[in-house]
T-cell receptor
């Protein structure tokens, strides 16, 4: 299956700071998603973005499929943004391969 | 709107005991259904997926099995639990292949399983 690598593994920010999370994948994809896992374990879908750019409030994502990477931007971070951010990709549609995640802590 | 339920929320089981975790989806028809396991250390691993009643695809050979007796019901089972089965089990759904945006996956709240 597709290999998914995320960086950085851990990130600590002060409230109000901006950050960029990166996801590299090893093959062409027809399915790429970003998720946020909150401290209680709930996984929330942030973006379905196999290519192009999307924005949702303070979050935006860009996938450059030809270069096999995706970026998640968080602007004006808040403490509620803390948690683990996962990138997951597939070239079959069904079987998502998850990266190991970026653990984000936003401090007041 | 669509909702996904999982139960139980937490479970402590002895080694060698059976397991049954249930997942149900409301508000959609003919969804694709998925079981994932998240062990300590964050990564999620796809265990099974189903594109229809009675259709199960296994991604990883292991001590577990899955069944889909009804359109919106997905069950994860084991006959005899191992210590290594401990983890956080997540069910997810996505739209069927004939839908518009097909591949977005939505996750349930999960079941924390501890095997002792």
């Amino acid at each position: 299956g597709i290999q998914v690598e995320q960086s950085p593994p851990d990130l600590i920010l002060q409230e109000g700071a901006n950050s960029t999370l990166r996801c590299n994948f090893s093959d062409s994809v027809n399915n790429l998603q970003w998720f946020h896992q909150n401290p209680w374990g709930q996984l929330i879908n942030l973006f379905y973005i196999p290519s192009g750019t999307k924005q949702n409030g303070r979050l935006s994502a860009t996938t450059v499929a030809t270069e096999r990477y995706s970026l998640l931007y968080i602007s004006s971070s808040q403490t509620t943004d803390s948690g683990v951010y996962f990138c997951a990709a597939s070239n079959s549609g069904y079987a998502l391969n998850f990266g190991k995640g970026t653990s984000l802590l936003v401090t007041p | 709107s669509q909702t996904i339920h999982q139960w139980p929320a937490t479970l402590v089981q002895p080694v060698g005991s059976p397991l049954s975790l249930e997942c149900t989806v409301e508000g959609t028809s003919n969804p694709n259904l998925y079981w994932y396991r998240q062990a300590a250390g964050r990564g999620l691993q796809l265990l099974f997926y189903s594109v229809g009643i009675g259709q199960i695809s296994s991604e990883v050979p292991q001590n577990l099995s899955a069944s889909r007796p009804q359109d919106r019901q997905f069950i994860l089972s084991s006959k005899k639990l191992l210590l290594s089965d401990s983890g956080f089990y997540l069910c997810a759904w996505s739209g069927a292949a004939t839908a518009g945006t097909v591949w977005t996956q939505y996750f349930g709240p999960g079941t924390r399983l501890l095997v002792l």
